[in-house]
């Protein structure tokens, strides 16, 4: 069972950045996306952005342009680099693993980390 660990949410500032980290605890092989969602105070589950495993990346339309997903291989994690922070990205970041096993996907999530956007 692969366990997701998130570091580095924190209170910004607007205009201000953060940089999260999502350390997966083995290695991932095959075909997957990880990625990272979100979900503000009486909101549902959002995806923000995710990477393949071709490294083909998607993103949010509301975090276009401010944030870039990457991942470090060797280290088994994936980052979120948030730029131009604005309150309405106040919300608990969480971090997710989508991994395809034969022809089934499974769904493995972190404890999320609170990011709090305020002046």
């Known amino acids: 069972q692969v366990q997701l660990m998130e570091f580095g949410g924190g209170l910004v500032q607007p205009g201000e950045s953060l940089k999260l980290s999502c350390v997966a605890s083995?290695?991932?092989?095959?075909?997957?996306?990880m990625g990272w969602y979100r979900q503000a105070p009486g909101k549902g589950r959002e995806l923000v952005a995710r990477?393949?495993?071709?490294?083909?990346?998607n993103y949010a339309d509301s975090v276009k342009g401010r944030f870039t997903i990457s991942r470090d291989n060797a280290k088994n994690t994936v980052y979120l680099q948030m730029n131009t922070l604005k309150p309405e990205d106040t919300a608990v970041y969480y971090c997710?693993?989508?991994?395809?096993?034969?022809?089934?996907?499974?769904?493995?999530w972190g404890q999320g980390t609170q990011v709090t956007v305020s002046a």
């Open positions: 083995e290695t991932i092989f095959g075909i997957y996306f």
């Open positions: 990477i393949r495993t071709d490294s083909v990346s």
């Open positions: 997710n693993l989508k991994h395809l096993s034969g022809s089934d996907w499974s769904d493995y």
